[in-house]
């Protein structure tokens, strides 16, 4: 099992290496849980942002640092009847 703070540090690390669109979208929607229309509010389109998010997810993935712990809790909005994407 990886404590926290290394897994902070390592998720920070990878940070760095993402353009200001990718960071945007993957703390937008991984970490602070905004839909997909949240977050293109802020950062553009939909598509955009799950474009960025994609690539975003890939150089995480790449660096060793897994987001699943995260991706995987539901978003607060996400039951039935919601329109979270």
Do not use: Y
């Not at 540090?9 to 353009?19: I, N, P």
């Not at 975003?56 to 996400?78: I, L, Y």
């Amino acid at each position: 099992m990886i404590d926290r703070s290394s897994l902070r540090l390592a998720f920070a690390a990878v940070l760095q290496h993402l353009s200001a669109r990718q960071r945007g979208a993957l703390i937008l929607r991984d970490v602070l849980r905004f839909s997909a229309s949240e977050a293109a509010d802020i950062l553009g389109t939909v598509v955009s942002v799950n474009s960025s998010l994609q690539r975003a997810r890939t150089r995480v993935r790449e660096a060793g640092v897994g987001t699943t712990h995260s991706a995987s809790r539901p978003h607060p909005n996400s039951g039935p009847g919601s329109s979270a994407t």
